[in-house]
């Protein structure tokens, strides 16, 4: 990042029209994916906090095509940004690796057919990936941008198993490294008040995957949502929970980001469910541009900014 006080974190934005010298958006495609902690290949009934349902944009529906749900989210989001030319077909809901490498290569490839398309953000787990499956993607990047979004979710292996991920940290690890060593762009998912963390121990994710090969990172904080084992838990015992409070965690964010590598494009700080998903508290109707012009706004106060108190291991 070039002047860290202009911008006070490495924004999305900024970042693409670096790199391609406008806008890109991101189209969301449902491609109608399940989940190795759903069906079964690993276990059943998924993360205790999953409700994948409540992420998808309207004009997602596995029912339609790939290519008629990209038309249809560009035609979307060019109500919103009229001059966006380039897109990327964002793979989202649930695992978007999980299958057999010819059958993604059919749903990939008619995405970066579809003319607007520049490349492929794929969101899936650290342990839905394979050596045959990277080098498919290596190839693709001599042509288009490639990211793979790999949920982490927590660096701690006692939250991984308490909410039934059914991967180790360690295995996001390997996963971005071995993605990064073949020149495929990384990014990685967090959530911030998963049951039984402390403050300090979220605050300190920010050095652990500091020091990883990444590029992205998307943040979120754990909401409650309906029809999931959390909710459950969080009616049994409320008191195992820190979910953070809207003004809490601005407070939290800033000194994350101080910890944050200033290298890393932060995508997003915040998860944005319909409040009628909610089973759990809520922040009300805040929408995540206004929740990135506040913390603009705290980190101003403070005169602090991505990656200040980062020390690079070298
Ligand atoms: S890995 Fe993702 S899709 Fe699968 S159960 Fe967990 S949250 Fe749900």
């Known amino acids: 990042m070039s002047n860290p006080l202009e911008k006070r974190y490495n ?16 189209v969301t ?17 998924g993360c205790t906090y999953c409700n994948n349902m409540a992420f998808n944009p309207s004009y997602c529906n596995p029912l339609k095509s790939i290519s008629q749900q990209i038309k249809e989210g560009i ?3 060019l109500k919103r940004y009229r001059r966006a030319t380039k897109y990327l077909a964002y793979f989202q809901p649930f695992t978007n690796t999980h299958g057999k490498l010819e059958y993604l290569k059919n749903l990939y490839e008619e995405a970066l057919n579809y003319q607007g398309i520049i490349g ?26 490639i990211i ?8 701690y292996n006692k939250t991984l198993e308490r909410v039934k991920r059914g991967h180790s940290f360690e295995k996001s690890v390997e996963a971005i490294e071995k993605t990064a060593q073949r020149g495929i762009k990384t990014g990685a998912h967090l959530i ?12 300190n994710e920010a050095n652990i995957i500091s020091d990883l090969p990444l590029n992205n990172v998307k943040f979120h904080q754990l909401q409650i949502l309906k029809d999931t084992l959390i909710a459950l838990e969080y009616k049994k015992y409320p ?12 407070d939290f964010l800033v000194e994350f980001l101080e910890r944050l590598n200033p290298e890393f494009v932060v995508e997003r700080f915040a998860g944005e469910v319909p409040p009628g998903f909610l089973a759990g508290p809520t922040w009300g109707l805040i929408r995540n541009d206004q ?4 913390l603009k706004k705290k980190l101003e106060k403070k005169n602090t900014w991505q990656g200040k108190k980062y020390k690079k291991i070298l």
Do not use: W
């Open 11 to 26: 924004t999305y934005s900024d970042y693409f029209k670096r790199t391609f010298g406008e806008r890109v958006q991101k």
């Open 29 to 45: 495609i449902d491609a109608g994916f399940t989940c190795p902690n759903h069906d079964g290949t690993l276990g059943y009934g």
């Open 75 to 77: 035609e979307f989001h």
């Open 120 to 145: 492929l953000a794929i969101g899936t787990r650290p342990d839905c990936i394979s050596d045959e499956k990277l080098d498919y993607f290596q190839k693709l990047t001599e042509k288009y941008y």
């Open 148 to 155: 793979i979004e790999y949920g982490i979710e927590s660096c």
């Open 192 to 203: 911030f008040g998963l049951p039984g963390e402390t403050r300090d121990e979220m605050l």
């Open 239 to 250: 008191e195992n929970f820190r979910l953070f409070k809207l003004d809490e965690y601005f």
């Open 291 to 294: 929740i990135i012009n506040l």
